[in-house]
């Protein structure tokens, strides 16, 4: 207790307390601004990345959402780097990362009804980059550790949450940071003055409020897995609102007409968008015909979109046609090159077609925007076809941090590889006498696959103290995680003691592929 107290007496010497630039309170800042703003500049990408990357079907529509928010952002009590971007994802969800990088998907902004409600979700997350609630997150994990690694490893460096690895993982954890009521009521707070300085009418931000309380209430999954994860709503937010509103200026800017002229392309698209999310669904469960159908539908009201592509690519994957999921995937690339998975996706399709240069460049290309696990062991693979198991390991090692499927092959391809050279650090043998007088052997493979054909050099004493060598192979397989028990017929020895003279090397194993 001592050590923690002194510890955090030192974070306290060495970093000090800092001014809030929003509430105007002292605080204890663990986090500089350089770090928070290297941290959202070094995060923004592969945030975007795993929630559906950029929506770029109508550019002048994440024109639109970025002039509002840097409306916003301009009247606000904390100059940063800030940046807007509409996300293409129908999650209903925003959210903001230190630095002052701010994402909202196409999703929610479908649920909004006017610019002054776009102003009130915009204006909430700049207050939690301004108002440091996410580098304060940080500052607790960190004061929890008594380290500074969290951020180390962040200034340094879902739909795909689960698959990223190395420095993303840092984003997946950032983008997913849960508010404490404290933060939610500050972000209105202070999000409703942004509004009424920049000239919006406050009161929107009531109404929303009130609007997320009754689809909280309806318990709606999109909702749940999104903002509401976050940015819990509740009545006591709706009535902090309206006293906020009532001390702010009134007849402020609404815009519900200019929102519906901006959001008219997304709105006529939204079935295409629905349609494809079936199709998704649809090829989870297996039911390619009905996902390509889906497909095809949603293409064929917006041929713009590449995500609409890559299903259909996916769809023929599934179905080993790889020309023509080859096909789809270069048209999705063409709509928009700057997305992780058409290039993973076509990847893996070129390495099914023995197209290894160009699967190499595209599951490299794939990596550059979001590492995942998938890409990293598929280049393992690919190295490891070409005879290049040093570089197929590090591959195979940056794939194996996941938990993901690919993340299991990954530990069972480095598995593979070691084994020849450390077999004895998977299977350990404990040898006792019966009570005969011979030597019996446990072998427990600790290993995660089952093992065959072990082969044992062992040297040990006969009965007159001279030292032998023999060898034994065992045919049997041995499950991961098992125990095999055998009679190695050396003896009969009369004393328990003569074990300590007994070595036993393992010569040779084969792993089982499962």
């Known amino acids: 207790m001592r050590q923690t107290l002194i510890l955090l007496l030192s974070f306290v010497f060495l970093y000090g307390c800092a001014v809030n630039p929003v509430t105007g309170k002292n605080e204890l800042a663990l986090v500089s601004e350089s770090q928070e703003i290297n941290i959202g500049r070094e995060n923004y990408v592969p ?46 969800n925003a959210w903001a990362l230190p630095g002052g990088k701010l994402a909202i998907n196409r999703g929610l902004l479908l649920e909004l009804n006017s610019e002054a409600e776009l ?38 460096s879902n739909e795909y949450g689960n698959l990223v690895v190395g420095g993303a993982q840092v984003a997946a954890g950032l983008i997913n940071t849960k508010y404490g009521r404290d ?24 109404k929303l409020q009130e609007t997320f309380v009754r689809l909280n209430e309806n318990r709606s999954h999109n909702w749940l897995a999104g903002l509401f994860a976050s940015h819990p709503p509740s009545m006591a937010r709706v009535e902090a609102n309206r006293a906020t509103a009532a001390s702010l200026p009134t007849g402020g800017k609404v815009g519900k007409i200019t929102y519906e002229e901006r959001l008219a392309s ?15 669904e649809a090829l989870e469960k297996g039911d390619t015909n009905k996902a390509l159908a889906y497909a095809q539908e949603a293409i064929g009201v917006e041929p713009r979109e590449g995500h609409f592509y890559a299903l259909r690519g996916d769809v023929r994957y599934k179905e080993k046609r790889y020309n023509e999921a080859l096909a789809d995937y270069d048209r999705a690339i063409e ?59 590090q591959y195979f090692t940056e794939a194996a941090s996941s938990t993901s499927p690919a993340g299991r092959q990954a530990r069972a ?14 299977i350990h043998i404990q040898i006792s006498l019966n009570n ?79």
């Open 47 to 92: 945030s975007r990345q795993m929630q559906g990357g950029d929506y770029t079907v109508n550019p002048e529509l994440s024109a639109y959402v970025n002039e509002v928010g840097q409306k916003l952002a301009a009247v606000s009590d904390r100059k940063l780097p800030y940046e807007f971007t509409v996300l293409n994802n129908s999650t209903p």
């Open 119 to 156: 102003a009130a979700v915009l204006g909430h997350e700049i207050v939690h980059a301004a108002a440091r609630h996410g580098a304060q997150q940080m500052e607790r994990g960190m004061m929890l550790q008594g380290a500074l690694i969290a951020t180390s490893i962040a200034t340094q």
């Open 183 to 206: 933060d939610e009521l500050e972000a209105d707070y202070y999000g409703m003055q942004y509004m009424a300085r920049a000239g919006y009418d406050p009161m929107a931000a009531v």
């Open 266 to 280: 997304l709105v006529k698209d939204k079935k295409a968008y629905d349609s494809y999310a079936k199709g998704r």
């Open 335 to 393: 709509l928009n090159s700057n997305y992780f998975y058409y290039y993973l996706q076509r990847g893996l399709t070129r390495k099914q077609m023995n197209l290894t240069a160009e699967s190499y460049a595209d599951l490299q290309q794939s990596t550059k925007l979001l590492p995942t696990a998938t890409a990293y062991n598929s280049l393992g693979e690919l190295e490891l076809s070409s005879g290049s198991s040093q570089r197929a390991k």
């Open 413 to 426: 391809a480095l598995l593979r590889l070691d084994f020849p050279r450390y077999a004895g650090e998977y």
């Open 436 to 514: 005969d007088g011979y030597v019996l052997a446990r072998i427990n493979n600790q290993a995660p696959l089952g093992i065959k054909d072990l082969q044992l050099t062992i040297q040990y004493p006969d009965t007159s103290g001279k030292t032998l060598q023999t060898t034994r192979r065992f045919r049997a397989v041995i499950p991961a995680g098992q125990s095999y028990d055998t009679n190695l017929n050396l003896g009969p020895y009369a004393d328990a003691a003569i074990l300590n003279a007994i070595r036993i090397q393992i010569t040779s194993a084969v792993l089982m592929e499962k």
